[in-house]
Protein backbone atom coordinates (compact mmCIF):
# COMPACT_ATOMS: atom_id res chain seq x y z
CA UNK A 1 0.00 0.00 0.00
CA UNK A 2 1.17 3.44 -0.49
CA UNK A 3 0.80 5.45 2.36
CA UNK A 4 0.37 9.53 0.84
CA UNK A 5 1.10 11.53 4.58
CA UNK A 6 -1.76 14.30 5.17
CA UNK A 7 -0.27 17.41 6.98
CA UNK A 8 -3.13 19.60 6.09
CA UNK A 9 -1.60 21.09 2.84
CA UNK A 10 -0.65 19.75 -0.29
CA UNK A 11 -2.41 18.50 -2.95
CA UNK A 12 -3.00 15.41 -1.94
CA UNK A 13 -6.09 14.65 -4.28
CA UNK A 14 -3.91 15.35 -7.43
CA UNK A 15 -1.03 13.03 -6.02
CA UNK A 16 -3.57 10.29 -4.83
CA UNK A 17 -5.06 10.52 -8.57
CA UNK A 18 -2.08 9.96 -9.91
CA UNK A 19 -0.88 6.54 -8.93
CA UNK A 20 -4.97 5.53 -9.57
CA UNK A 21 -4.28 6.51 -13.23
CA UNK A 22 -1.30 4.10 -13.39
CA UNK A 23 -2.78 1.56 -11.48
CA UNK A 24 -1.73 1.99 -7.82
CA UNK A 25 -3.71 2.00 -4.69
CA UNK A 26 -2.90 4.76 -2.76
CA UNK A 27 -4.27 6.06 0.99
CA UNK A 28 -4.22 9.81 2.15
CA UNK A 29 -3.90 9.47 5.94
CA UNK A 30 -2.40 10.81 9.07
CA UNK A 31 -2.63 7.90 10.75
CA UNK A 32 1.32 6.95 12.08
CA UNK A 33 0.26 3.45 12.26
CA UNK A 34 -0.78 3.52 8.62
CA UNK A 35 2.29 5.11 7.35
CA UNK A 36 4.20 2.42 9.01
CA UNK A 37 2.72 -0.26 7.67
CA UNK A 38 2.75 0.99 4.15
CA UNK A 39 5.24 -0.16 1.40
CA UNK A 40 5.55 3.22 -0.09
CA UNK A 41 5.39 6.61 1.66
CA UNK A 42 4.56 9.56 -0.26
CA UNK A 43 4.91 13.08 1.32
CA UNK A 44 3.65 15.52 -1.02
CA UNK A 45 3.80 19.14 -0.71
CA UNK A 46 2.10 22.77 -1.40
CA UNK A 47 3.00 25.48 1.23
CA UNK A 48 5.76 26.90 3.58
CA UNK A 49 8.36 24.69 4.87
CA UNK A 50 7.60 26.31 8.42
CA UNK A 51 3.80 25.41 8.25
CA UNK A 52 4.64 21.72 6.57
CA UNK A 53 7.44 21.03 9.45
CA UNK A 54 4.56 22.09 12.49
CA UNK A 55 2.08 20.31 11.24
CA UNK A 56 4.08 16.86 10.43
CA UNK A 57 4.63 17.29 14.05
CA UNK A 58 1.96 18.67 15.38
CA UNK A 59 0.28 15.06 13.94
CA UNK A 60 2.87 13.15 15.45
CA UNK A 61 4.18 12.29 11.98
CA UNK A 62 7.73 13.27 12.06
CA UNK A 63 8.65 9.76 13.52
CA UNK A 64 6.98 8.00 11.30
CA UNK A 65 8.56 9.43 8.41
CA UNK A 66 12.07 8.87 10.10
CA UNK A 67 11.74 5.21 10.36
CA UNK A 68 10.05 5.26 6.76
CA UNK A 69 13.52 6.57 5.44
CA UNK A 70 15.75 4.20 8.03
CA UNK A 71 14.09 1.08 6.64
CA UNK A 72 15.03 2.55 2.97
CA UNK A 73 11.64 2.18 2.57
CA UNK A 74 10.51 3.88 -1.17
CA UNK A 75 9.98 7.23 -0.10
CA UNK A 76 8.89 10.22 -2.58
CA UNK A 77 9.28 14.08 -1.38
CA UNK A 78 7.31 16.31 -3.36
CA UNK A 79 8.19 19.80 -3.30
CA UNK A 80 8.42 21.16 0.20
CA UNK A 81 8.01 17.27 1.31
CA UNK A 82 11.85 16.57 -0.40
CA UNK A 83 13.10 20.53 1.42
CA UNK A 84 11.87 19.56 5.12
CA UNK A 85 14.03 16.17 5.06
CA UNK A 86 16.76 19.13 5.14
CA UNK A 87 18.27 20.62 8.02
CA UNK A 88 16.36 24.08 7.43
CA UNK A 89 15.20 26.57 5.37
CA UNK A 90 15.10 30.56 4.57
CA UNK A 91 11.76 30.79 3.44
CA UNK A 92 9.66 33.23 5.35
CA UNK A 93 12.34 33.24 7.93
CA UNK A 94 14.52 30.77 9.24
CA UNK A 95 13.08 27.56 9.78
CA UNK A 96 14.33 24.18 11.52
CA UNK A 97 13.96 21.00 9.23
CA UNK A 98 13.36 17.35 9.97
CA UNK A 99 17.35 17.36 9.54
CA UNK A 100 17.04 13.95 7.83
CA UNK A 101 19.66 15.01 5.46
CA UNK A 102 22.58 17.64 6.00
CA UNK A 103 22.26 21.16 3.88
CA UNK A 104 19.78 23.73 3.37
CA UNK A 105 17.09 25.14 1.67
CA UNK A 106 17.97 28.75 -0.47
CA UNK A 107 16.16 31.10 -2.36
CA UNK A 108 16.96 31.25 -5.88
CA UNK A 109 18.44 34.81 -5.91
CA UNK A 110 17.92 37.91 -7.78
CA UNK A 111 20.30 38.93 -10.13
CA UNK A 112 22.02 35.86 -10.20
CA UNK A 113 24.11 34.29 -13.16
CA UNK A 114 20.26 32.91 -13.78
CA UNK A 115 19.04 36.05 -13.86
CA UNK A 116 17.29 35.93 -17.19
CA UNK A 117 15.63 33.31 -15.28
CA UNK A 118 12.35 34.20 -13.72
CA UNK A 119 11.58 33.06 -10.05
CA UNK A 120 9.56 31.57 -9.23
CA UNK A 121 10.81 29.35 -12.13
CA UNK A 122 7.73 27.81 -14.01
CA UNK A 123 7.85 26.16 -17.03
CA UNK A 124 9.18 23.44 -19.18
CA UNK A 125 12.85 23.05 -19.32
CA UNK A 126 15.95 20.22 -19.86
CA UNK A 127 17.60 19.14 -16.54
CA UNK A 128 21.19 18.37 -16.16
CA UNK A 129 22.35 15.32 -14.97
CA UNK A 130 25.78 15.75 -13.20
CA UNK A 131 26.04 12.20 -11.93
CA UNK A 132 24.30 8.96 -13.10
CA UNK A 133 21.93 7.89 -10.92
CA UNK A 134 19.18 5.48 -11.00
CA UNK A 135 16.09 8.77 -10.86
CA UNK A 136 17.25 9.62 -13.97
CA UNK A 137 17.82 6.21 -15.93
CA UNK A 138 16.16 5.94 -19.24
CA UNK A 139 15.74 9.82 -19.44
CA UNK A 140 17.13 11.70 -22.30
CA UNK A 141 19.30 14.52 -21.91
CA UNK A 142 16.45 16.23 -24.27
CA UNK A 143 13.95 15.58 -22.23
CA UNK A 144 11.76 18.38 -20.86
CA UNK A 145 10.34 18.16 -17.69
CA UNK A 146 7.93 20.78 -15.61
CA UNK A 147 9.39 23.14 -13.05
CA UNK A 148 7.84 25.38 -10.42
CA UNK A 149 9.84 26.59 -8.29
CA UNK A 150 11.79 29.47 -6.48
CA UNK A 151 14.26 27.52 -4.02
CA UNK A 152 16.76 24.93 -3.98
CA UNK A 153 18.79 22.71 -1.87
CA UNK A 154 22.35 23.47 -0.99
CA UNK A 155 23.03 19.89 0.37
CA UNK A 156 26.30 19.72 2.79
CA UNK A 157 27.59 16.53 1.16
Known amino acids: MIAIVDYERGNLRSVQKGF ?3 GHHAVVTNDPAIIDRATHVVLPGVGAFGDCVH ?7 VEPLRR ?7 FLGICVG ?3 LFSESEEFGVHKGLNIFKGKVKRFPAGS ?4 LKIPHMGWNTIQVKRPMPLFEGISPEAHVYFVHSYYVEPEE
Do not use: H, Y
Open 68 to 74: TIAQDKP
Open 55 to 61: NLQRFGL
Open 113 to 116: AQAS
Open 20 to 22: ETV
Open 82 to 84: FQV
